[in-house]
C-alpha cells in the first residue's frame, strides 16, 4: 500500500525485480530472480505434496464413519457435529494466520500447522471410548492446523511464479484437493478393513505429515519477497504499520475482492450441497425405480458414493486444468477473462444442474452425465479465483485477504448449504400426509433445484467483479509495478504487431509460392502444348506433301478427262444440232401434211357442193 510513495526517484536504488500481482513480460525468470527454477519447481512439489495430506485429514473422518459412532456410540446428530466442529475452527483461525502470514516467516507458521495437525490425528486414534469429548476437541485442533497451510501456502506460490506459470502451479496445487479427499476416504476406509480398528487409518496421515514437515524446511526457500520484507520496508518508510482491522477495511472497498469472494462463497455454497446430499439422492431415485422401501438404502450408499467420489476426483482434475488454460489463453487477448471464465462456469452449470435433479426421477445413468458435467464447469473456477485475488490484493495483504475469503465461503457456503438443503427437504416432507418413497425423493429434488439459482447469482457476482477488475489490478500495484505494466502492453502491442507482419509476410510468401508453383505449371502446359503444335504442324506438312503428290498424279490423267469431256461436249453440241434440223424439218412436213389435208377438204366439199 505504500511502495507508491518511494517510486519516482531518479537516484533512488532499484526496486525489486518483481513483486506478485504485477503485468509483466515472461521474460522475467521464475523464483523472483533469486531461485532456479528447478528449485521453485520442487518447492511447489511440496507444497501439492502437503496439500494432498492435508485433504485426506479432512476426510479421514468419513471414511470411517460408521465404526467411529459405534466407538464412541455417538448418535447421528453427534456425528454431523465432528464435521461443524471441524469448520467452525477452520474458520475462526484462517484469518489469525492469515494476518500472522503477512507479517512473520510464512515456513515457521507453515510448519507449525503441519506439526499441529499431524500430531493431534495420531494423538485421536488413541483416545478411549468414555472420552468422546477429547475426539471431537482434536478435529477441532486438527481444522486450526490445516487452516494454517491453506491460507499461507498459495502466498508462498505467489512468490515463486508470476502470470502463466502461477497459474498453472495453482491449478496443481488446487487440483490435489479432491485427489487428497477421495483418497482420504480410500485410505481410513481400506485400512481400518486391514487392521480391524478404525484408528489405524488416523496413524498413516501423520506419518505422512512428518515428511512433509521435513520436505518443507529442507525444499521449500524462504519467498525472495515475502510478505514480512515488504511490510518491515513499509514500516521503515512510513514510520507505522497497518493492523488487522485497517487490512480488513481496505478489503472491503476493494469491490474486485468484495464480489469474487462473494461468487467463491456462491461456489462453496453449491459444491458443498452436492457433496454432502448427492449420493442420498440418487438413492432415494434407485428407490424409487425399484419400487422399494429404504431399508436397502445403506447398501445402496455404498455404491453412489463410490460413484460420485471416483467423478468427483476425474472431472475435477480435468476442471481444474482446462480454467488455468482457458484463462492463460484468454487473458492475452482480455484482462478481464478470468472473471468472464469464472461466471461462465457458474451460469453454465445451472442447467446441468437442474436437469440432474429432474432426469434423475427417469434415468440415473442421465443424472450422473450431467452431475459429472456440472462439477466439471464449477471446477473451472478453483485455480483461478486464487489467481483473481492475488492480482487486485496488495502483496502485503494478500495471506489476510486469504484468510477472510476462506472465512466468509465456508462459513455462509459449504458450512450452512448441506443443513439449508436437509431443512427444505423436512419441511417439504412434513407437508405431506404420509410418508412415501416418492416425496422422500421429491423433497431432495425440489431443495436441489436451489442450488441451480444460486449458480446463477455467483455468476452475477463474478461478472461484477469483471466491471472492476482491471482498476482495482492497477491499484494492486506498485508505481514500478505500473511502469512494468505499461511496458508489458507496449511489448504485447509490439509483438502483436510483430506476429502480425510476419502472418502477412507468411500470406504473401505462401501468395509467392502459389503463384510461382501456377507459373511453373503454366509453362509446362505451354511447353507441352508447343510440343504437341510441333507434331501437328509436321503431320500437317507431311498431309499436305502427299495430298500435293496425289495432286500432280492426278493432274494429267484430270487433263485427259477435260479433254474427253470437250470432246463429248463437242459430239453432243453436234447432235444438239443435227436434233435441232430434225425438229425443223419434221414441223415444216407436218404444217405441208397438214396443209394438203386442208385442201383436200376443201376440194371435196367443193366437189360435193
Same mark, same amino acid.
Given at each position: 500500500? #505504500?511502495?507508491?510513495?518511494?517510486?519516482?526517484?531518479?537516484?533512488?536504488?532499484?526496486?525489486?525485480?518483481?513483486?506478485?500481482?504485477?503485468?509483466?513480460?515472461?521474460?522475467?525468470?521464475?523464483?523472483?530472480?533469486?531461485?532456479?527454477?528447478?528449485?521453485?519447481?520442487?518447492?511447489?512439489?511440496?507444497?501439492?505434496?502437503?496439500?494432498?495430506?492435508?485433504?485426506?485429514?479432512? $476426510?479421514?473422518?468419513?471414511?470411517?464413519?460408521?465404526?467411529?459412532?459405534?466407538?464412541?456410540?455417538?448418535?447421528?446428530?453427534?456425528?454431523?457435529?465432528?464435521?461443524?466442529?471441524?469448520?467452525?475452527?477452520?474458520? $475462526?483461525?484462517?484469518?489469525?494466520?492469515?494476518?500472522?502470514?503477512?507479517?512473520? #516467516?510464512?515456513?515457521?507458521?507453515?510448519?507449525?500447522?503441519?506439526?499441529?495437525?499431524?500430531?493431534?490425528?495420531?494423538?485421536?486414534?488413541?483416545?478411549?471410548?468414555?472420552?468422546?469429548?477429547?475426539?471431537?476437541?482434536?478435529?477441532?485442533?486438527?481444522?486450526?492446523?490445516?487452516?494454517?497451510?491453506?491460507?499461507?501456502?498459495?502466498?508462498?506460490?505467489?512468490?515463486?511464479?508470476?502470470?502463466?506459470?502461477?497459474?498453472?502451479?495453482?491449478?496443481?496445487?488446487?487440483?490435489?484437493?479432491?485427489?487428497?479427499?477421495?483418497?482420504?476416504?480410500?485410505?481410513?476406509?481400506?485400512?481400518?478393513?486391514?487392521?480391524?480398528?478404525?484408528?489405524?487409518?488416523?496413524?498413516?496421515?501423520?506419518?505422512?505429515?512428518?515428511?512433509?514437515?521435513?520436505?518443507? %524446511?529442507?525444499? %521449500?526457500?524462504?519467498?525472495?519477497?515475502?510478505?514480512?520484507?515488504?511490510?518491515?520496508?513499509?514500516?521503515?518508510?512510513?514510520?507505522?504499520?497497518?493492523?488487522?482491522?485497517?487490512?480488513?477495511?481496505?478489503?472491503?472497498?476493494?469491490?474486485?475482492?468484495?464480489?469474487?469472494?462473494?461468487?467463491?462463497?456462491?461456489?462453496?455454497?453449491?459444491?458443498?450441497?452436492?457433496?454432502?446430499?448427492?449420493?442420498?439422492?440418487?438413492?432415494?431415485?434407485?428407490?424409487?425405480?425399484?419400487?422399494?422401501?429404504?431399508?436397502?438404502?445403506?447398501?445402496?450408499?455404498?455404491?453412489?458414493?463410490?460413484?460420485?467420489?471416483?467423478?468427483?476426483?476425474?472431472?475435477?482434475?480435468?476442471?481444474?486444468?482446462?480454467?488455468?488454460?482457458?484463462?492463460?489463453?484468454?487473458?492475452?487477448?482480455?484482462?478481464?477473462?478470468?472473471?468472464?471464465?469464472?461466471?461462465?462456469?457458474?451460469?453454465?452449470?445451472?442447467?446441468?444442474?437442474?436437469?440432474?435433479?429432474?432426469?434423475?426421477?427417469?434415468?440415473?445413468?442421465?443424472?450422473?452425465?450431467?452431475?459429472?458435467?456440472?462439477?466439471?464447469?464449477?471446477?473451472?473456477?478453483?485455480?483461478?479465483?486464487?489467481?483473481?485475488?492475488?492480482?487486485?490484493?496488495?502483496?502485503?495483504?494478500?495471506?489476510?485477504?486469504?484468510?477472510?475469503?476462506?472465512?466468509?465461503?465456508?462459513?455462509?457456503?459449504?458450512?450452512?448449504?448441506?443443513?439449508?438443503?436437509?431443512?427444505?427437504?423436512?419441511?417439504?416432507?412434513?407437508?405431506?400426509?404420509?410418508?412415501?418413497?416418492?416425496?422422500?425423493?421429491?423433497?431432495?429434488?425440489?431443495? $436441489?433445484?436451489?442450488?441451480?439459482?444460486?449458480?446463477?447469482?455467483?455468476?452475477?457476482?463474478?461478472?461484477?467483479?469483471?466491471?472492476?477488475?482491471?482498476?482495482?489490478?492497477?491499484?494492486?500495484?506498485?508505481?514500478?509495478?505500473?511502469?512494468?505494466?505499461?511496458?508489458?502492453?507496449?511489448?504485447?502491442?509490439?509483438?502483436?504487431?510483430?506476429?502480425?507482419?510476419?502472418?502477412?509476410?507468411?500470406?504473401?510468401?505462401?501468395?509467392?509460392?502459389?503463384?510461382?508453383?501456377?507459373?511453373?505449371?503454366?509453362?509446362?502446359?505451354?511447353?507441352?502444348?508447343?510440343?504437341?503444335?510441333?507434331?501437328?504442324?509436321?503431320?500437317?506438312?507431311?498431309?499436305?506433301?502427299?495430298?500435293? #503428290?496425289?495432286?500432280?498424279?492426278?493432274?494429267?490423267?484430270?487433263?485427259?478427262?477435260?479433254?474427253?469431256?470437250?470432246?463429248?461436249?463437242?459430239?453432243?453440241?453436234?447432235?444438239?444440232?443435227?436434233?435441232?434440223?430434225?425438229?425443223?424439218?419434221?414441223? #415444216?412436213?407436218?404444217?405441208?401434211?397438214?396443209?394438203?389435208?386442208?385442201?383436200?377438204?376443201?376440194?371435196?366439199?367443193?366437189?360435193?357442193?
Amino acid at each position: 500500500m #505504500n511502495e507508491d510513495s518511494a517510486a519516482g526517484s531518479a537516484s533512488q536504488p532499484p526496486l525489486p525485480s518483481k513483486i506478485y500481482g504485477t503485468i509483466e513480460s515472461n521474460k522475467e525468470s521464475e523464483g523472483q530472480g533469486k531461485f532456479s527454477r528447478k528449485r521453485s519447481y520442487i518447492a511447489v512439489a511440496v507444497l501439492c505434496y502437503i496439500n494432498l495430506v492435508n485433504y485426506m485429514d479432512w $476426510f479421514v473422518v468419513p471414511g470411517v464413519l460408521e465404526k467411529i459412532q459405534f466407538y464412541f456410540c455417538l448418535g447421528d446428530s453427534k456425528a454431523g457435529l465432528l464435521h461443524t466442529v471441524f469448520i467452525l475452527c477452520f474458520l $475462526f483461525s484462517a484469518p489469525l494466520f492469515g494476518y500472522l502470514g503477512d507479517r512473520y #516467516n510464512r515456513k515457521i507458521i507453515l510448519g507449525a500447522g503441519i506439526l499441529l495437525w499431524s500430531g493431534v490425528t495420531l494423538g485421536s486414534s488413541f483416545i478411549a471410548k468414555s472420552m468422546a469429548w477429547l475426539f471431537f476437541i482434536s478435529r477441532g485442533l486438527v481444522g486450526v492446523g490445516t487452516a494454517s497451510y491453506s491460507t499461507v501456502a498459495p502466498s508462498i506460490i505467489a512468490d515463486l511464479f508470476e502470470k502463466d506459470r502461477r497459474i498453472w502451479m495453482l491449478s496443481i496445487f488446487y487440483i490435489f484437493i479432491p485427489v487428497g479427499s477421495g483418497l482420504g476416504y480410500i485410505m481410513s476406509s481400506s485400512t481400518e478393513q486391514a487392521t480391524g480398528h478404525w484408528s489405524w487409518g488416523f496413524r498413516v496421515t501423520p506419518c505422512m505429515g512428518l515428511v512433509g514437515l521435513a520436505l518443507l %524446511v529442507l525444499l %521449500v526457500p524462504e519467498s525472495a519477497h515475502g510478505a514480512a520484507t515488504k511490510r518491515a520496508k513499509n514500516v521503515g518508510e512510513q514510520g507505522e504499520d497497518s493492523t488487522w482491522c485497517k487490512d480488513v477495511s481496505s478489503l472491503c472497498r476493494n469491490w474486485s475482492f468484495v464480489w469474487s469472494s462473494l461468487g467463491v462463497t456462491v461456489l462453496a455454497f453449491v459444491t458443498g450441497a452436492l457433496s454432502f446430499w448427492i449420493p442420498t439422492f440418487l438413492c432415494r431415485a434407485q428407490f424409487l425405480h425399484r419400487n422399494v422401501s429404504s431399508s436397502a438404502e445403506a447398501k445402496c450408499d455404498a455404491t453412489n458414493s463410490l460413484i460420485f467420489g471416483g467423478m468427483t476426483v476425474a472431472v475435477g482434475i480435468l476442471g481444474v486444468v482446462a480454467g488455468a488454460e482457458a484463462a492463460r489463453r484468454y487473458k492475452k487477448i482480455n484482462p478481464q477473462a478470468d472473471p468472464i471464465i469464472c461466471a461462465v462456469g457458474l451460469l453454465a452449470s445451472a442447467p446441468c444442474l437442474y436437469l440432474a435433479i429432474m432426469l434423475a426421477q427417469d434415468s440415473i445413468v442421465a443424472t450422473y452425465i450431467f452431475i459429472a458435467l456440472g462439477e466439471f464447469l464449477l471446477s473451472l473456477n478453483w485455480a483461478i479465483v486464487t489467481d483473481i485475488l492475488l492480482y487486485v490484493v496488495k502483496p502485503e495483504r494478500q495471506s489476510t485477504a486469504m484468510s477472510l475469503q476462506l472465512c466468509v465461503s465456508h462459513l455462509l457456503g459449504d458450512a450452512g448449504s448441506p443443513y439449508l438443503i436437509g431443512i427444505i427437504s423436512d419441511t417439504v416432507q412434513k407437508n405431506q400426509v404420509q410418508w412415501s418413497v416418492l416425496w422422500s425423493f421429491r423433497s431432495l429434488q425440489y431443495s $436441489f433445484v436451489l442450488c441451480a439459482f444460486v449458480s446463477i447469482l455467483g455468476g452475477g457476482f463474478f461478472l461484477l467483479t469483471a466491471l472492476r477488475i482491471e482498476e482495482d489490478s492497477r491499484k494492486a500495484a506498485t508505481p514500478v509495478q505500473d511502469g512494468k505494466r505499461k511496458r508489458k502492453l507496449l511489448e504485447d502491442r509490439h509483438e502483436q504487431q510483430k506476429s502480425d507482419t510476419g502472418q502477412m509476410q507468411k500470406t504473401r510468401q505462401n501468395e509467392k509460392e502459389t503463384l510461382d508453383w501456377q507459373m511453373i505449371e503454366s509453362e509446362k502446359i505451354i511447353e507441352c502444348e508447343t510440343e504437341m503444335l510441333s507434331v501437328l504442324l509436321q503431320d500437317k506438312g507431311t498431309w499436305k506433301s502427299g495430298y500435293e #503428290n496425289e495432286l500432280a498424279q492426278m493432274a494429267p490423267q484430270k487433263e485427259e478427262d477435260a479433254k474427253g469431256f470437250r470432246v463429248q461436249i463437242y459430239r453432243l453440241q453436234r447432235e444438239n444440232r443435227d436434233l435441232r434440223d430434225e425438229i425443223v424439218k419434221l414441223n #415444216n412436213a407436218i404444217l405441208e401434211t397438214t396443209g394438203q389435208r386442208r385442201r383436200a377438204e376443201e376440194n371435196a366439199l367443193q366437189r360435193k357442193a
